[in-house]
Every structure is written in structure tokens, then in C-alpha cells.
């Protein structure tokens, strides 16, 4: 008999390293505990690339709790959390507790392991580069014309994007400061909250953090305000499932690794309507890959997002930005699009198909699509 309930929402970014075995285990068990003490836990994923909140981010967010709250519950008490979490490799001379200030942290410069968003900038100009190379005809509420010129940029990201700027270094920027870019996000994310009269009562406790790929662990950078009893329990557990010899052999070496996945994943932010393990055990098979079941870090670029089922509205900056730099970039031309049933993933592909960037950089680089649903990969008799 549950006497409480919580809905923790993590926004973490779509590097492939960044989910190992450990983490799902340690969230199950973890989960299961609360469960016996009377707290019913939700944990949700939303995946972004470099972890920024951006407009479309902050309403993954308020979809996953309007949904919470039309499904939940109603007569018991409910807290809701949202943990913001960035990645990359600190110095050895960095402290490595659990909660760290800023200034005992020290960035590994240039390292691989670093979030590739810090050169988000770049990846902007990439595509600048390719809008203009490859002048595509875009035609908005029947009003046609042929990107070539910065201006006609300008006339594309306002016209589709609701975005009035520049694209390299305005509408995608790169990562100014890694160790404070958890913090920074979450500023953003209370600003928005504080503006929206649907979230604001609810009094949503959000926490902000680096997951250090030197030790695998997550480091505060928030003070350790708030005191979150769940999610610090499942962090606790995963530093202690890391010291196991098969951890470090089997899972943690892979997180250890520059990022090399072997393919990437749009799907939806609902655990319950999309699943990455599911999907990179299916790729794994598809391609005659050995599989021992556990699903290893450095496998999946995953980016998530509530409205990836909306064929007539665009992609966010960050999505475009993850997507490119995954196909240009790692080679990620295998790009696995994961609904929930045949007919949303359709739509997903559809929408892919009507951005004016995604299609180009689809076509541009011969993108292969492979069209998966939930309701396949979970059924043993119903293979995909």
C-alpha cells in the first residue's frame, strides 16, 4: 500500500556513454526499496544533447508531469524532482565526492571524454556550411525559397523555428563552462517553471550535476540542495556497484572509451512507450553483433523528446545540433526511430521528413532510418 509518491525526471545528455547495466540496475533496486517503505517512484528520462533546457526541453518536462498528474494518484502526497546532469572527464587533482564545489573541480581539457556540445558553436557552422553549400528550397505556408545567403538563414530559423537570430552561436551555442553548466541549466529551468501558473504550485526540486567519467559517478554541484533521499540512494548504490571487478570490466571500461556508438536512437521520453535497451539489443542482433544481454555504455546516441510525434512541428536547436553531430561526426548513419506503436513512429519519420535541416542532413549523408515500435520489441512473439 503506497502512502507517497514521486515523479524524478532526469535530463541528461544523448552521449552514448552516458547510461550503463549499473545505472538501470541501481534505479530498479533502488525503486523497488522505496516501494517497500510506501513511496511509489517514477523516474523518467528526457535526453538532449549537451543537456541544455531549451523551450522544447522545458515542455518535455511539463508534458511528463501533466501526464503524472492526470495518471497518478490524486489523494496522496507527491513530490516531484528534476535532476539535470551533465558529463566529462575531471582531472585527478578534482575532488571526487559526492558533493563538490566548483572550484575543487578540475576539467581534463581536450579530453574525449568531454561533452562534445562544448563545441556546439562549430557544429553550428557545420551546418551554416551545409545550408549554404546545398541550398535547399524551403517552403513555408506556401511561400517557397532557396536558402543561400545568411539572411535567407535568418528567414528560415524564423520562419520554422520561431526564432528570431543567427544560427552559429545564437540559436546553437556551445557550452561556456562545463562545471557550471548543470547549474546554469537549472537556473533556466526555475525561471520557467516560476512563469508557468500549471507548475508553480506543484513546487518542483530540481538538483544539478556532473557525471565524471574518470570514477563513473555523479558529483553534485548544488550544494547537495536539495536533499533528495531517492536520488541520492541511487547514486550511492551505482559508486558502489563500481567497485566490483565485473563493473569495471564489463560496463565501466565502455564509458571509459571515446565516444564510438554504433548507432543512434529518436525516441520518446516515456520508459513505459520507448525503450533504449530494447532497441540497441535489437540493433545489436540486426546486425549480427554478440549480445550477452546487458546493455553496455558507448552502444546508443539516444535523444528524446515529448513532441518527436508531432509531424507538422520542428526539431529543437539542440536536437538538430545532436543529430547532425552524430550522423557528421561519429557516423551514426544507422538512426533507429522508436514509437510506441507502427502509427507514431510513422509520424516521427514523417516529421523528420518535413524539417527543412534534419531531411537535408538525412539526404546529404545517406542516413539510413529503421523504423521500430514498443510494441514490437517488447513482444516475444511479434519480432520487429
Not at 332 to 344: A, E, I, P
Amino acid at each position: 500500500m503506497f502512502t507517497e509518491q514521486e515523479l524524478h525526471i532526469l535530463i541528461g545528455c544523448a552521449d552514448a556513454r552516458d547510461l550503463s547495466q549499473l545505472q538501470v540496475d541501481a534505479v530498479v533496486e533502488t525503486t523497488a526499496r522505496f516501494a517497500q517503505l510506501g513511496i511509489d517512484v517514477e523516474v523518467q528520462i528526457i535526453r538532449a544533447a549537451g543537456s541544455f533546457v531549451t523551450p522544447d526541453v522545458f515542455m518535455d518536462v511539463k508534458r511528463l508531469i501533466e501526464h503524472h498528474l492526470r495518471t497518478a494518484r490524486y489523494d496522496l502526497p507527491t513530490r516531484y524532482y528534476v535532476h539535470i546532469q551533465s558529463h566529462g572527464h575531471l582531472a585527478e587533482n578534482s575532488s571526487h565526492e559526492y558533493v563538490a564545489h566548483l572550484y575543487d573541480l578540475h576539467l581534463v581539457e581536450g579530453s574525449p571524454l568531454n561533452c562534445g556540445m562544448l563545441g556546439a558553436s562549430t557544429v553550428g557552422v557545420e551546418i551554416e556550411q551545409l545550408l549554404l553549400s546545398e541550398r535547399p528550397r524551403v517552403v513555408v505556408h506556401g511561400q517557397g525559397r532557396v536558402i543561400k545567403t545568411e539572411e535567407d538563414i535568418r528567414w528560415l530559423l524564423r520562419q520554422t523555428y520561431a526564432y528570431e537570430g543567427y544560427l552559429a552561436g545564437d540559436w546553437i551555442r556551445s557550452i561556456d563552462l562545463l562545471r557550471t553548466h548543470p547549474r546554469k541549466q537549472r537556473r533556466i529551468l526555475e525561471d520557467a517553471l516560476h512563469a508557468d501558473p500549471d507548475l508553480t504550485p506543484l513546487n518542483v526540486q530540481i538538483t544539478a550535476g556532473l557525471l565524471d567519467y574518470s570514477v563513473h559517478a555523479l558529483i553534485r554541484v548544488d550544494g547537495g540542495d536539495p536533499y533528495v533521499p531517492f536520488w541520492d540512494d541511487v547514486q550511492a548504490l551505482i559508486r558502489e556497484k563500481a567497485q566490483s571487478e565485473e563493473a569495471k570490466e564489463l560496463i565501466l571500461a565502455h564509458q571509459s572509451e571515446k565516444q564510438k556508438p554504433l548507432a543512434g536512437l529518436l525516441s520518446l521520453p516515456d520508459p513505459q512507450r520507448s525503450s533504449r535497451t530494447a532497441a540497441a539489443g535489437w540493433y545489436l542482433d540486426h546486425r549480427g553483433i554478440e549480445n550477452n544481454g546487458a546493455y553496455l555504455p558507448n552502444t546508443v546516441f539516444n535523444m528524446t523528446g515529448s513532441s518527436f510525434d508531432m509531424p507538422t512541428t520542428p526539431f529543437g536547436p539542440y536536437v538538430i545540433a545532436g543529430f547532425f553531430y552524430a550522423v557528421a561526426h561519429l557516423g551514426l548513419t544507422d538512426q533507429m526511430v522508436l514509437g510506441y506503436d507502427h502509427s507514431q513512429t510513422q509520424r516521427m519519420l514523417r516529421k523528420i521528413h518535413n524539417d527543412p535541416i534534419l531531411s537535408l542532413v538525412v539526404k546529404k549523408f545517406g542516413v539510413t532510418l529503421l523504423p521500430l515500435n514498443h510494441v514490437d520489441l517488447v513482444s516475444s512473439d511479434q519480432p520487429v
